[in-house]
């Protein structure tokens, strides 16, 4: 614990210092920086709440683009709607980078995607379960690979040569093409935020 605190003592020590001394427009062609977070989320349709980890690769290819992967593992669906047994996706596609003269770097992305889900079904009763049916008792869709599209807002702000803050927002839209009785949505909005590394 003590270690902890000491490094993230250290990495405050650095952004203030930093922020102190640079001026002007921080990134550059050929800066790269990546992250990884929790990533909370509301499923539209469902209105339900999802946890997913979310990691991201981003490359400026000039000072306006930059080519950005991103990778969504879902953990789990809070509350007692489920629609979804498991919702992974990944995205790749480029980001347009607004100019400011500082180091807060706003920024829009566009980005196709596909996701690898399977859905929960209805409950199968049995006597054994009729009391207090689980999800472990709902029948369950086939996975299937979902095409998506995605839509981003965020900014960054590097406060240091190596860290970065970061937070975002990122519209997804698709639909489950399951072998369920009807069209399952996919459309979702999630959030990022944290602590990301940048190298130069």
């Known amino acids: 614990m003590l270690k902890q605190k000491l490094v993230m003592c250290f990495m405050a020590i650095n952004c203030f210092a930093f922020s102190q001394t640079e001026n002007g427009r921080y990134i550059h062609k050929g800066l790269i920086r990546a992250m990884a977070t929790i990533s909370p989320g509301v499923l539209l349709e ?3 709440n999802t946890i ?14 930059s080519l950005r992967s ?16 498991f919702n992974h996706s990944v995205f790749s596609g480029a980001s347009y980078h607004f100019k400011t003269v500082s180091h807060i770097d706003p920024y829009i992305a ?6 690898i889900a399977r859905s929960y079904g ?11 049916p689980t999800d472990d008792d709902r029948a369950q869709y086939k996975t299937t690979a979902d095409p998506l599209l995605s839509g ?4 960054n702000y590097y ?7 970061f937070i975002e927002s990122r519209y997804v839209f698709g639909t489950h093409l399951s072998d369920a009785p009807g069209p399952t949505s996919l459309s979702e909005i999630k959030f ?3 602590l990301g590394f940048n190298f130069n």
């Open 159 to 165: 406060a240091s040569k190596i860290f970065h803050l």
């Open 110 to 115: 566009f980005q196709p995607g596909i996701a």
């Open 192 to 194: 990022s935020f944290g």
């Open 70 to 85: 991103d990778a969504f593992y879902y953990l789990n669906t809070l509350g007692n709607e489920k629609p979804f047994v």
């Open 122 to 132: 209805p409950y199968v009763i049995t006597p054994t379960n009729q009391v207090n």
């Open 46 to 48: 469902a209105k339900a």
């Open 152 to 155: 981003v807002v965020g900014f």
């Open 52 to 65: 997913s980890i979310h990691g991201n690769f981003d490359v400026y290819i000039d000072e306006d683009i």
